[in-house]
Nanobody, 124 residues
Framework: QVQLVESGGGLVQAGGSLRLSCAAS????????MAWFRQAPGKGREFVVA???????YYGDSAKGRFTASRDDAKNTVYLQMNSLKLEDTAVYYC??????????????????WGQGTQVTVSS
């Protein structure tokens, strides 16, 4: 079965950096759009970035200019490099996967597969 495992979360000071990883198994990775979402306490799931199977990357407004997504199809892994972190970036970050998705990538409901999440806490 499909499994997504996130890692790399933790506690970081504002202005610092973290790199998240999501290792996927049980799927043909190159055919999947891989995305990152996040959810802060009391809020809904927010789109961060999608790395499509066709090689295009789309960023949510909160990620533009500070976050960079990349994928290594040989390792079945997608990464999220987060720089200049802010207090409001504190959230659980989730990796998600959807086969062949090439539009409306910001809708969580279009992703059938999800990781367990990794906590990112930004302190002042």
């Amino acid at each position: 079965q499909v499994q997504l495992v996130e890692s790399g979360g933790g506690l970081v000071q504002a202005g610092g950096s973290l790199r998240l990883s999501c290792a996927a198994s049980g799927l043909t990775f190159g055919r999947y759009t891989m995305a990152w979402f996040r959810q802060a306490p009391g809020k809904g799931r927010e789109f961060v970035v999608a790395s499509t199977w066709s090689g295009i990357t789309y960023y949510g407004d909160s990620a533009k200019g500070r976050f960079t997504a990349s994928r290594d199809d040989a390792k079945n892994t997608v990464y999220l490099q987060m720089n200049s972190l802010k207090l409001e970036d504190t959230a659980v970050y989730y990796c998600a996967a959807a086969s062949g998705l090439n539009n409306s990538y910001w809708y969580p409901s279009l992703y059938p597969y999800w990781g367990q999440g990794t906590q990112v806490t930004v302190s002042s």
